[in-house]
């Protein structure tokens, strides 16, 4: 069993990029979505911190995928779960 730490920061901000996006397309998706998104980038520190840690490791998690166990992805789909959930 290995560590799952720098998939769980992805995870987390996958969630995170996933939920902007979908507030997002409501309406439908355009050109003014991904400026806004740009601007979240800019304005939201913590959005933008949450993203930049998701994909720090990400040399490390094919590493961490090769041998999960299933309380790992349970571990994973809990996060993804309460991330989700967050406000």
Do not use: N
Request: charged letters at 30%; zero cysteines; proline letters at 1%.
């Amino acid at each position: 069993m290995t560590d799952v730490k720098e998939t769980k920061e992805a995870v987390k901000a996958l969630v995170k990029l996933v939920k902007v996006v979908k507030q997002a397309a409501a309406d439908g998706l355009d050109l003014s979505d991904a400026v806004a998104l740009g601007g979240k980038l800019v304005t939201d520190s913590a959005f933008r911190d949450a993203l930049v840690e998701g994909v720090k490791g990400a040399d490390k998690m094919p590493t961490e995928w090769k041998d999960l166990s299933i309380g790992e992805v349970a571990e994973l789909l809990l996060e993804a779960q309460k991330e989700w959930s967050a406000a």
